[in-house]
Structures are given as structure tokens and as C-alpha cells.
């Protein structure tokens, strides 16, 4: 019963990576970018440009392909807000040190159509002075603080296709 339970989570772990490969790169296609505002309080305010030919019905700041990004409890981001239609959470996938911020529509209406730009995606987090010198992670490797507005993303399209590149 183990070999069974244990095989099911390894093939659950392939097929969410082998998913995340097979998003295409952003390119153009698709941008984030990000304001950062204040110092020991930082607001980050994330606009998101579709230039595909497809809606998008979520984004995942934070993590993209086989980048993560790992958690630093002295940064623990808050989600403020999200543009009308959406809702958004701080997700810790289990088993991990990481976290992602998500996004995703609630109302069928609320995708990013072709063409549009959306902003309010937007993300509370203590600044990068709190994260004192010296500190490690729990592998023991020394932390350096997140930078919010260059973290990794992947967005994802109505119609089952995904885009994944960097916050500019």
C-alpha cells in the first residue's frame, strides 16, 4: 500500500513539473510588471499586459518553471487587493520552504481578454531592512531578501495554455 501511495505522489509531482514545462515563454506575448513603493512597508502593484490571443485566468508570481522562491518569514507578503472579478492568496505548497502569490478569476467574465491590460494585483511585505545580515534558510544557505519586483511568473490562458518569464 506505501509503494502505491508513494508512486501516486511522485507521479503527481511529474505531471505538476512536467506542466509548468510545457508553458511557453512570455516573451512579448506577455508582461508583468511591478511598482514597488515605500521602505519598511513595501506595496508592490503588479499590471499585467496580454498580448496573446487567449484570455488569462490566473497568475503565479513567485514562481515559474523550475524557479521557486522561498519564503523568508520576515517578508511574509499580505494580498491587498486584486482588479474586480479576481481574488488572490499567499500559497505555501506543502512539503516546502517556498511560496507563490496567486491570482485567479472568480467571475467567468473577469479573464484578461487579448489586447487589455489589468492592474490592482497588489501585494503588502515588509522591506528588505528586516531581513537582517547573516540569516539562514532552513537548508542553511544564507538568505538574501525577495525582491518582489523581479520574482518569476506564470500566467495561464482560458483556453489551457500558459506563459511563464520575469517580473520587470
Sequence with gaps: MLVYITS???L?????QAHAERCEPAGSAVEVRAHVSGSDALTVSYTVVNN????????RIG???PERTQLIPQQTPVIKSAPTGWAGAVVYPEETPDMHLWWEMKDGGAALQPGTTASGFVVQVPGPTTVQPGLRGVDGRLVRPIDFGSLPFTV???G?????GRVR
Design 156 to 158: 495561464g490562458g482560458t
Design 52 to 59: 496573446t490571443r487567449s484570455g488569462i485566468a490566473w497568475m
Design 8 to 10: 501516486g505522489i511522485v
Design 63 to 65: 514562481s515559474a518553471g
Design 160 to 164: 489551457m495554455q500558459c506563459w511563464w
Design 12 to 16: 503527481g509531482l511529474l505531471l505538476s
